[in-house]
């Protein structure tokens, strides 16, 4: 079995905000997803999650050029992520772009790669995983937004001097008006070719003395997110995402960590762990989170937590706390 990257994608609130500008819901991609409405206050999702949310508000706004731009355009400056933030008050346009290349490792599972030389730049994007590519909204925002930015910073209306897509991307016309130049369609690469001159203008927005501060805390993030995780790390935060409604078994986990059962089975064993252990601390560890939000009802929680029978959440919490789950929470919470 060919082994695949395990990513943990954060995933910005700003993005939910920007749907709502649009007249679209949270609630209704999630469901649209097939993920349970607690992704919305997630920071961070799985690549398949990732997808599903890009795949969802693609399908419920219609035409992928029009998801592009709109999302392009309605996403509010002040709900940029800290990565995002820094390229916005870079000193120029480059400077924007390499930042954002750089800081996008914090984002997997796309990459950019950027080619500044003669009279282009030519801003690739890249899949991590080449066999797991995201749907064609994603491709089209990420290019929409590289330009989209170059606009805010410069205060200038920055056109393109060609864009490629691999896939079909709605009206093309919109998006060429968009974009300012030609959309190539069925093309080998997504990628978006700006003029290089442009890429010297500086920005507006250009704060040196917020970059002091993001920078080194934007850098010890990479550094961090070089630490390799352990399995049974990786195995609990997979868990704790698929437990909604059912048990998750060892062969979806482990197909997810790019290995067989038995392969995760006795990696398991070697970090003094078990998937039943681990299948446990993560109902148990959740079970504890949602108890704490007081608008969850109980039979709610055990549904969250993978019991779709009431009594053998009672039953298990009672094993984990001593205490009933309405119990449980009045303690903690004070709330009768």
């Given at each position: 079995?060919?082994?695949?990257?395990?990513?943990?994608?954060?995933?910005?609130?700003?993005?939910?905000?920007?749907?709502?500008?649009?007249?679209?819901?949270?609630?209704?991609?999630?469901?649209?997803?097939?993920?349970?409405?607690?992704?919305?206050?997630?920071?961070?999702?799985?690549?398949?999650?990732?997808?599903?949310?890009?795949?969802?508000?693609?399908d419920l706004i219609?035409?992928?050029?029009?998801?592009?731009?709109?999302?392009?355009?309605?996403?509010?400056?002040?709900?940029?992520?800290?990565?995002?933030?820094?390229?916005?008050?870079?000193?120029?346009?480059?400077?924007?772009?390499?930042?954002?290349?750089?800081?996008?490792?914090?984002?997997?599972?796309?990459?950019?790669?950027?080619?500044?030389?003669?009279?282009?730049?030519?801003?690739?994007?890249?899949?991590?995983?080449?066999?797991?590519?995201?749907?064609?909204?994603?491709?089209?925002?990420?290019?929409a937004f590289l330009l989209e930015?170059?606009?805010?910073?410069?205060?200038?209306?920055?056109?393109?001097?060609?864009?490629?897509?691999?896939?079909?991307?709605?009206?093309?016309?919109?998006?060429?008006?968009?974009?300012?130049?030609?959309?190539?369609?069925?093309?080998?690469?997504?990628?978006?070719?700006?003029?290089?001159?442009?890429?010297?203008?500086?920005?507006?927005?250009?704060?040196?003395?917020?970059?002091?501060?993001?920078?080194?805390?934007?850098?010890?993030?990479?550094?961090?997110?070089?630490?390799?995780?352990?399995?049974?790390?990786?195995?609990?935060?997979?868990?704790?995402?698929?437990?909604?409604?059912?048990?998750?078994?060892?062969?979806?986990?482990?197909?997810?960590?790019?290995?067989?059962?038995?392969?995760?089975?006795?990696?398991?064993?070697?970090?003094?762990?078990?998937?039943?252990?681990?299948?446990?601390?993560?109902?148990?560890?959740?079970?504890?989170?949602?108890?704490?939000?007081?608008?969850?009802?109980?039979?709610?929680?055990?549904?969250?937590?993978?019991?779709?029978?009431?009594?053998?959440?009672?039953?298990?919490?009672?094993?984990?706390?001593?205490?009933?789950?309405?119990?449980?929470?009045?303690?903690?919470?004070?709330?009768?």
């Open positions: 079995m060919k082994s695949q990257p395990f990513e943990r994608i954060k995933f910005p609130p700003g993005f939910w905000d920007g749907l709502r500008t649009l007249g679209i819901s949270a609630q209704d991609v999630a469901r649209k997803a097939g993920l349970p409405l607690t992704i919305i206050t997630e920071t961070e999702v799985s690549t398949a999650q990732y997808f599903d949310i890009w795949q969802a508000y693609s219609g035409d992928t050029a029009r998801g592009i731009i709109e999302l392009a355009t309605a996403f509010e400056t002040s709900k940029y992520p800290p990565n995002v933030l820094a390229t916005y008050h870079a000193r120029d346009y480059r400077d924007a772009l390499y930042r954002m290349a750089r800081y996008k490792r914090l984002c997997p599972p796309e990459s950019l790669r950027i080619t500044d030389e003669a009279e282009n730049c030519t801003i690739e994007l890249e899949w991590l995983n080449p066999d797991q590519s995201g749907p064609p909204l994603l491709v089209g925002i990420t290019l930015l170059g606009r805010r910073g410069t205060g200038e209306h920055l056109t393109a001097k060609c864009v490629e897509f691999t896939n079909s991307m709605g009206d093309v016309q919109a998006l060429e008006e968009f974009f300012g130049c030609e959309i190539v369609i069925g093309a080998d690469h997504n990628r978006l070719i700006l003029h290089r001159k442009d890429l010297n203008l500086p920005f507006k927005s250009y704060n040196e003395e917020l970059l002091e501060i993001l920078t080194p805390a934007l850098d010890q993030s990479l550094s961090e997110q070089q630490r390799t995780l352990t399995i049974t790390e990786k195995v609990k935060w997979i868990l704790k995402r698929s437990l909604t409604g059912g048990r998750p078994d060892i062969q979806v986990v482990a197909k997810e960590l790019g290995m067989s059962d038995r392969t995760l089975q006795r990696r398991l064993t070697d970090e003094n762990t078990s998937f039943k252990q681990l299948l446990s601390e993560a109902r148990h560890e959740q079970a504890r989170e949602y108890l704490s939000d007081p608008s969850l009802e109980i039979k709610e929680v055990a549904f969250l937590v993978g019991y779709e029978d009431q009594n053998s959440f009672y039953r298990a919490f009672r094993l984990w706390e001593g205490d009933t789950p309405s119990q449980w929470r009045t303690e903690h919470l004070g709330i009768n």
